[in-house]
């Protein structure tokens, strides 16, 4: 009993490592459906949301249960609290790109982002994609460093996000308040899935330790 009760939690790591890998797939494909005006691309994204959804509602499923049948103590229960909230965060992660997608779609055929901050998005989508991986890496390996590491990573995109103010703001902007509005509303979804992903790297660390590292944005979507 005991041994498969431990096969469950680590099936647990594992669905929840994927949900990562998937949320990172679709903010590539949405990134690139933003920046290349590709519809195809961007309602792919918005097809499969629902996967990453039914995943997070099997992960709960599945750590409700063994809360109610095997009553977890020490790091077993730390482990499938964990999952509970790591799952939301990653599910939200899963609709920001969604959000990015359904916006390349509603400018479809044109572009829904002006030349002076396609580079912004691009580097964004980047960072956002490789933290995602990321997280699927810390949720295996349970590794502290590797965790507390993916803050460095946000930090830029936050750095990048506030600089996207800057140029709307400017005097010599000449784009329009629809194309700033996008951009305020595109940039804050880039900041919040990079944001989401530090919450899920934190709650790796307080698996492994016990302890649960403060957290520089705690609101939610």
């Known amino acids: 009993m005991r041994e498969a009760y431990h096969v469950e939690l680590e099936d647990l790591a594992a669905n929840l490592a994927d949900m990562s890998l998937q949320a990172a797939a679709?903010?590539?494909?949405?990134?690139?459906?933003?920046?290349e005006a590709d519809l195809s691309l961007a309602e792919q994204v918005i097809g499969d949301d629902q996967k990453i959804d039914d995943a997070r509602a099997e992960n709960e499923e599945k750590a409700y249960?063994?809360?109610?049948?095997?009553a977890p103590v020490a790091t077993d229960l730390r482990t499938v609290l964990a999952v509970?909230?790591?799952a939301e965060s990653l599910e939200r992660m899963g609709d920001l790109a969604l959000h990015v997608a359904k916006a390349a779609r509603r400018r479809h055929p044109q572009a829904t982002l002006p030349e002076p901050v396609r580079k912004y998005f691009a580097e964004m989508g980047e960072l956002d994609v490789r933290l995602a991986e990321q997280v699927a890496d810390v949720i295996k390996s349970r590794d502290v460093e590797a965790a507390r590491a993916l803050e460095e990573e946000d930090d830029r995109v936050d750095e990048i996000h506030r600089h996207l103010f800057t140029v709307i703001?400017?005097?010599?902007?000449?784009?329009?308040v629809a194309a700033a509005v996008d951009i305020t509303l595109l940039g804050r979804f880039y900041e919040r899935?990079?944001?989401?992903?530090?919450?899920?790297?934190?709650?790796?660390?307080?698996?492994?330790?016990?302890?649960?590292?403060?957290?520089?944005?705690?609101e939610d979507i």
């Open 26 to 35: 679709a903010m590539k494909k949405a990134t690139q459906a933003l920046l």
């Open 65 to 70: 249960a063994l809360l109610a049948l095997q």
């Open 84 to 86: 509970i909230h790591a």
């Open 169 to 176: 703001m400017d005097k010599d902007w000449e784009h329009g």
């Open 193 to 218: 899935f990079a944001d989401h992903a530090v919450s899920v790297g934190k709650r790796m660390v307080f698996v492994a330790t016990g302890k649960m590292p403060g957290y520089a944005h705690d």
